[in-house]
């Protein structure tokens, strides 16, 4: 990341907008995660209740989507990705762009 990131400042990008760059990227990667886990979690708590209604004679074992817990983990999800982003732009600008640019050659 360092490398990409010293590359675009090299050719004009300024702080804000590194720090812009890497919010909406770690914003996009969670938002396909939280997706992800949506699109595969649904379909399969559907085949969990008709696994249920056969193998219990008829009898549909109660089941009810976890709401609370996904959208805890969708809460940690977005919060981790904004703290890991502040966190790698407060490390990016403790180093100018001369000093970034000589840790791309090691």
Known sequence: ???YASILRSVGLTGMQLC????CEGLCYAAFA???VLLIGLP????C???????FAGEIVPYQFPILEMSLF????FSLEFL???WTVSRQ????????MREMRL
């Open 34 to 36: 939280a997706l992800a």
């Open 84 to 86: 890991l982003s502040a």
């Open 44 to 47: 399969i708590a559907v085949v």
């Open 20 to 23: 812009q760059m890497n919010i």
């Open 1 to 3: 990341m360092r490398r």
């Open 74 to 77: 969708i809460l940690a999800l």
């Open 49 to 55: 209740r008709e696994v249920s209604r056969r193998s």
């Open 93 to 100: 600008r403790k180093l100018s762009l001369i000093e970034q």
